[in-house]
């Protein structure tokens, strides 16, 4: 049925894949939905709201929504999205990469790119409640030679077996942790942040890279690599995530509940 259905939305001209995304970002605004309700209480909590277009921001989640299955049906799709710089991407050096992302467009685009030019490439993933679609995506993201694990005990025990072997890892850290964090500042307010990147980078085992994706030029995205000379503590991540969403902030996913497991009270904003 997945299957199916990914197929089909990966035959669609961008054009079409664009046009049916206004018509879900029409019902979006429309039915004032609950990824518009998070998108309000969030630019409200962080004072982004008069530089972000509410409409603007739900045209650009109804694209991305329609991009992951675009990308599923045939992965080499990523190829009509993003563009591809010739200037070598990572330096020269002999070590493993740490990679660090957020959700500015589709993380897809980005995942299967670096996917194709990096290998032992090893990506933490969250499992949604549908075991199906949880097992065909990883089946699906896994095809480009990239190693999936799930955000639990026994998937991050492979992930660290495989980082402490020297293998290259690629992991989105906007998102708030299921289990162990810590209490950071995002855009002046508490946020209980992934502090992965801050243990992994201070073992200096691995070169640190900051990567997003922003407007492209003659594609929709363009891919934005930047090199961290020295390890970072969870309150650097953060001010990386708000420069790049600075640039383009409707291009971020807003809808995301990042305001939860405050340390007082409310526990949460919405």
């Keep these: 049925m997945f299957l199916i259905l990914f197929k089909l939305i990966s035959t669609l001209p961008i054009p079409v894949l664009n046009l049916f995304s206004k018509l879900i970002s029409f019902l979006f605004n429309t039915l004032n939905v609950e990824q518009k309700r998070s998108t309000i209480k969030n630019l409200k909590h962080t004072n982004m709201l008069s530089s972000v277009s509410i409409k603007n921001s739900m045209q650009l989640t109804s694209e991305t929504f329609l991009e992951y299955p675009y990308l599923w049906g045939h992965p080499d799709n990523y190829k009509k999205l993003l563009e591809v710089s010739k200037t070598k991407l990572f330096t020269d050096s002999s070590n493993p990469k740490l990679i660090f992302t957020l959700h500015m467009g589709c993380v897809d685009v980005m995942l299967f790119y670096v996917s194709d030019i990096l290998k ?65 500042k995002f855009f002046g307010q508490e946020c209980y942040s992934l502090d992965i990147i801050e243990k992994l980078s201070n073992k200096k085992t691995h070169d640190l890279y900051f990567v997003y994706l922003s407007p492209g030029t003659t594609k929709k995205y363009k891919l934005n690599i930047e090199y961290i000379a020295n390890p970072i503590n969870t309150d650097e991540m953060n001010k990386c995530f708000e420069r790049a969403i600075l640039q383009n902030p409707e291009m971020y996913g807003w809808e995301y509940k990042k305001f939860k497991k405050l340390s007082g009270k409310p526990r949460a904003i919405y």
Aim: aromatic share 10%; no cysteine.
């Design 120 to 184: 032992n490439l090893n990506i933490i993933f969250t499992a949604t409640k549908n075991k199906h679609l949880d097992s065909f995506v990883k089946e699906i993201r896994e095809s480009r030679g990239a190693s999936l694990h799930t955000a639990n005990p026994t998937g991050m025990a492979k992930f660290f077996k495989n980082f402490l072997r020297g293998e290259n890892t690629i992991i989105a850290t906007d998102l708030v942790p299921h289990h162990t964090g810590k209490y950071s």
